[in-house]
């Protein structure tokens, strides 16, 4: 067994964090070695030094038993190693082949031969196995495929170790399946992978060794075949996780939310109504139209005609400015582009859905603005070192909490959750969840859309599946089954777009 990577002693600190220390990791030829660790543990950080974004503070790298030093990424590349990041790197206005050839294209005398470029990314796509057109532009693609076209890139390096950090968080099952028929090849190649998830389940499939870090301290390294997800979470979280879904005995009152005929281009729904205090689950494959029926409601897309009543009285809802004005609010799946100002503080972020509440003739009640951030950084356990730090320095994981905690703080009666876990730990899981329940306490209406089946058994109080645009069945707490939904989801059953 060739040791492709050893990492020794790796201490890393920000202002106010110290994100890693002594940390260490080791990697050998085609192994896929998974790293796990809640939310802010440092995996990212490690991985971004080994990387060469980062420099470490202390502690050694080996690449085959010698020591180098990895100034910056081009260093990090050299050495054959590449990183697919938690957040994207391509560039979107640029085609498939001039992202993965970027600054490397195949020339004749100064200019890029295309013939030969598209021969060679033909070469790599076809090595792995998809079906993507070299010449279409990235921002034509799909999230999967985009991040296939990471991978390739990668692959066009001749890497020896690939570092994917959270590859699958945005893809869906059969993407995932591709995802590992790739990562199958690699390691039967001897590439070697750091492989970082927060979906424990997944790693059965591929991983050989696990590590874990804690509050950037380094916990420990096992066979994967020699843990069971329970003790992998308590190695995580430092203590006992008994239940990954709070016990909680629901009040539900009176229809709090009710639309009638929800049609846009994408979805086609007749009727849907919410109780107060009541979590409605929305389940669906991927593409079955449940983001859009979330935006159409929430007045982010045009809709042809729809009726909708908030606590019994008919409001018009036009816009996005409408539906928070009635008291609705939509925390989005796609938190980075739609949810957060990244180069704005903690503070700003988290105050921003609240910010007119905060005003008094005109300006900001900055001490007030501080006790409202403080509350939710704390109710939330949001790991930053201040309030006041730019919200892109905070681990990924955190950031979705901010979001969270933006809509939180604002007046609502009906709040739709699109994904609201994708990415966070299992703590902070359990910590969304009950404050789900604190928010039915209060009386709020939930829709919360799921693409994670356990999570919509175990939180919905009733659950409207999805197909097409349309809802196919109804299912109550008592009844479903993930096998029922499946059913209804793949459109094997259909109740003639019944509503919910
Ligand atoms: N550039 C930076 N400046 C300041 N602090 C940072 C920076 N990058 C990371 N940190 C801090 O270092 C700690 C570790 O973050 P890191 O991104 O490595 O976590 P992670 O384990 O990848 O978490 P997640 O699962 O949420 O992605 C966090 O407290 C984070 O806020
Ligand atoms: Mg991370």
């Known amino acids: 067994m060739t040791e492709l990577l050893r990492m020794c002693g790796i201490s890393k600190s920000f202002p106010g964090v110290r994100a890693l220390s002594n940390v260490s990791l080791s990697l050998n030829a085609g192994e896929v070695h998974a790293l796990c660790g809640e939310n802010g543990a440092g995996k990212s950080t490690l991985m971004k030094i080994l990387s060469g974004v980062h420099q470490a503070d202390e502690g050694d790298i080996f690449i085959e038993g010698k020591k180098v030093s990895i100034d910056n990424t081009k260093k990090a590349q050299q050495l054959g190693i590449s990183i697919i990041f938690q957040e994207f790197n391509l560039c979107p206005h640029l085609t498939v082949a001039d992202n993965i050839w970027l600054d490397r294209q195949p020339k004749t005398g100064p200019f890029v031969d295309d013939k030969k470029l598209i021969e060679k990314t033909q070469q790599i796509l076809d090595e792995l196995g998809l079906s993507i057109n070299p010449k279409a532009l990235v921002r034509s693609l799909s999230v999967a495929e985009q991040q296939m076209v990471e991978i390739a890139k990668a692959i066009s390096f001749n890497s020896k170790i690939l570092i994917l950090d959270e590859p699958t968080a945005a893809l869906t099952q059969s993407e995932i399946d591709s995802l590992f028929n790739i990562i199958y090849k690699l390691k039967a190649k001897g590439v070697g992978m750091v492989y970082i ?117 008919l409001v018009e809802i036009n816009s996005i400015t409408s539906a928070i004005k009635n008291g609705i609010g939509y925390i989005t799946e796609d938190r980075k582009k739609d949810g957060l100002a990244l180069n704005m503080t903690v503070e700003r972020n988290v105050n921003m859905a609240f910010i007119s509440n905060l005003c008094k003739k005109g300006f900001v009640n900055e001490s007030a603005a501080k006790t409202n951030a403080d509350k939710y950084i704390n109710s939330l356990r949001i790991k930053t070192p201040s309030m006041f730090q730019k919200t892109r320095n905070l681990s990924g994981g955190n950031q979705q909490k901010i979001v969270l905690a933006k809509w939180l703080c604002n007046d609502i009666k009906v709040l739709i959750f699109d994904e609201p876990t994708r990415g966070i730990d299992v703590g902070a899981k359990y910590e969304i969840y009950e404050l789900m329940n604190r928010l039915s306490d209060n009386g709020v209406a939930i829709i919360m859309i799921s693409s994670d089946l356990q999570e919509i058994l175990g939180m919905s109080d009733r659950i409207a599946v999805m197909c097409n645009g349309r809802i196919s069945g109804v299912l109550n707490r008592e009844e479903a089954t993930q096998e029922k939904i499946l059913r209804y989801a793949t459109g094997l059953c259909d109740e003639e777009g019944k509503g919910a």
């Open 197 to 313: 998830s927060h979906r424990l389940e997944e790693l059965a499939r591929i991983a050989d060794r696990v590590s874990v870090i804690r509050d950037g301290e380094y916990i420990g390294t096992y066979p994967y075949k020699e843990v069971t997800i329970d003790t992998l979470v308590h190695l995580m979280v430092g203590r006992e996780l008994n239940n990954k879904y709070p016990v909680y005995q629901r009040k539900i009152g009176n229809v709090l939310f009710e639309a009638r005929n929800i049609a846009s281009n994408k979805v086609d729904v007749e009727h849907i109504q919410v109780h107060a205090g009541e979590i409605l689950g929305i389940a669906g494959l991927m593409g079955a139209g449940r983001t859009e029926l979330a935006r159409a409601i929430f007045g982010a897309d045009k809709t042809f005609h729809k009726e909708v009543f908030v606590d019994g009285k």
